[in-house]
């Protein structure tokens, strides 16, 4: 499942699916859907393929609703509905840029870069994205976040704070991580890309260790239920 959104930048990949049946793809009939919620799912679905996803008003609900819980979560809220779409502020878009379109089986990611203002919030510069589950060909789930330069600023100091006070590049399982990940190359000169495709980079890498850690309880684990 897409993860939350407390993990690394705009282009990152999540392992939880927000509790809202407007997010899931799995089955429409899995879950009663309003008018509203149909309506999401439907630019969700259209945002996988469509070449307008960084354009269309369409996707304004979605982008309030993603700032919306950003904003939550940085005041320290748990988010966990949708706000209906009628007591969303409006949204005005500018400056929308497209960015590469990101790959990681199964899952997948595309992202806009834009500047928004929200009702009478100040303007914010940032990341729209839209990321899938993807198995066997059939689209399982699916998420659209918001992402600041802020934050996404704050997630590369703290990633690089962490390489400075020591951290052993050379130690086995996450040089074996970093091999897995390679350096995400961006043609895009903006620091604050780069900056992403880094942190994108190192949400991954965090992600394989914790996999590995995981797998490694599990093997000690069916070790004594064996015994």
């Known amino acids: 499942m897409p993860e939350p959104r407390r993990s690394s930048l705009p282009l990152r990949f999540r392992t939880a699916l927000h509790a809202g049946c407007v997010l899931t793809l799995l089955s429409v009939t899995a879950c ?29 609900g979605l982008l309030a609703e993603a700032w919306q819980r950003a904003r939550d979560e940085d005041n320290g809220q748990k988010s966990v509905t949708n706000t209906p779409a009628a007591a969303l502020p409006p949204v005005q878009v500018t400056a929308a840029t497209a960015m590469p379109d990101i790959n990681v089986p199964p899952y997948s990611r595309r992202s806009c870069r834009m500047t928004i203002k929200v009702g009478n919030a100040a303007p914010e ?41 020591g951290l052993n590049l050379n130690e086995p399982e ?32 965090r992600r394989c260790m914790a996999t590995k850690a995981a797998l490694k309880n599990l093997y000690s684990d069916l070790y004594f239920i064996r015994g």
């Open 32 to 60: 009663a859907l309003s008018p509203q919620e149909k309506a999401e799912q439907d630019a969700l679905k259209s945002a996988q393929t469509g070449s307008d996803y960084c354009y269309s008003p369409r996707y304004n």
């Open 125 to 165: 510069t940032g990341f729209l994205t839209f990321t899938y589950l993807v198995k066997q060909g059939k689209t399982q789930s699916a998420l659209a976040e918001w992402y600041s330069d802020a934050f996404v600023e704050k997630d590369y100091n703290d990633t690089m704070k962490e390489i400075n006070s």
């Open 174 to 205: 996450l040089k074996a991580c970093i091999a897995r990940h390679p350096e995400i190359s961006s043609t895009i000169k903006d620091p604050m890309v780069q900056k992403a495709a880094f942190d994108l980079r190192a949400h991954l890498v």
